[in-house]
């Protein structure tokens, strides 16, 4: 068992690291205050290669594996976790399932314009009745001649109003529920689509979330992503591994409420000495340390099992339940630290903790990563 990275990995992160310091850090409290997307981020991580990071190199990506992945999206989460979810968003979910499913045609004509950062991707799933309960999608994609004619509407979605390139699910049998489901590449402008209400958030703010409205949205035939009726299936393994890359951001949430806390104990002082030489707060921190460590050490098994071809299934459930509850667990900490000072927008610790909240409900809620961990220790006929 080897938990050394190699070179290139250790290059990658320092790379993201020296630019989150340089780029990020001092614009991550104005973006979130004005809820302002990150376009000029973006363009300069694009820069760097980062949003093709899983995408083969005849179409334009970096090729990157798994390990190298987790440490992108840890590094960026550490300073600014609406950042990373863009980042995450665009590679986990839109260029990934392109990838996974697209015919040669659509992944030459799609993916180099996603790697190369030039258009955004966002992944149309979840619906304002259909959450946990993704199956239960209402929006419908009927063939009509050489087209396909969508009808419905998606919430939540990621990069809503600011892509370029959209997957969306919808049914094309509703008589067979996750099995009646199909995945379409839609691209804005298209006839009968438009951009609904962007969504005003408790943290992640300076991350785009828009609603999706189809009206009779007209695609071509050849849009069809993936076998007929096979998209939900398609979207099962897309979660799988997007739990890597929200776990590894997660782990980057928490790691900066740590790294915050512990510099802010050495600088209050109370009782005539620092805050940090109190048995009290040492315990906080030395918890807190345990188990951003314990959280990191299971995202990078799950990238290393994916990216040595094995099932990582549960143990990207492992990462991703237990990241975002110690990253809650963290960033309060972190604010008691802060005393007084912690819950006023001052200091990062408050970003922190309003953005830690989401990690356990979005790309999959707690509670449905405990019921994937269920199922994979007892089958699915306890279910």
Known sequence: MDFELNEEQKAVQKMVRDFAEREIAPVAQGLDEREEFPAEIVR??????LMGILVPK??????????????????????????????????????????????????RRYLPQLASGRVLGAWGLTEPGSGSDAAGMQTTATLEGDHWVLNGTKN????????????????????????????????????????????????????????????????PKENLLGELNHGFI??????????????????????????EGLKYAKERHAFGRPIASYQAIQWKL????????AARLLVLQAADLKDRGRPFTKEAAYGKLFSSEI??????????????????????????????KFCAIGEGTSEIQRL????????????
Do not use: W
């Open 372 to 383: 994937v961990i269920a199922r994979q220790l007892l089958g699915r006929s306890y279910a």
């Open 58 to 107: 005849e179409h334009g990506g970096a090729a990157m594996d798994y390990i190298s992945y987790a440490l992108i999206l840890e590094e960026l989460g550490r300073y600014d976790a609406s950042v990373a979810l863009t980042v995450e968003s665009h590679n986990s979910l839109c260029s990934n399932h392109i990838y996974l499913a697209g015919t040669e045609a659509q992944k």
């Open 234 to 259: 398609d979207t099962l393994t897309i979660l799988d591994a997007g739990r890597i890359g929200m776990a590894a951001l997660t782990v980057g949430i928490a790691r900066g409420a740590l790294e």
């Open 327 to 356: 990253a809650m667990k963290a960033a309060s900490e972190a604010v008691q630290i802060h005393g007084g000072y912690g819950y006023i927008k001052e200091f990062p610790v408050e970003r922190y903790f309003r953005d830690a």
């Open 156 to 219: 939540f979605i990621t990069q809503g109003s600011v892509a370029g390139i959209y997957v969306v699910m919808a049914n094309t049998d509703r008589t067979k529920r996750e099995r009646g489901i199909s995945a379409f590449i839609l691209e804005k402008g298209a006839p009968g689509f438009r951009v609904g209400r962007k969504e005003h958030k408790m943290g992640f703010r300076a991350s785009d979330t828009a609603q999706l409205v189809f009206e009779g949205t007209r695609i």
């Open 44 to 49: 300069k991580l694009a820069d760097l290669g």
């Open 286 to 293: 030395a918890d807190m340390a345990t188990e951003i460590d």
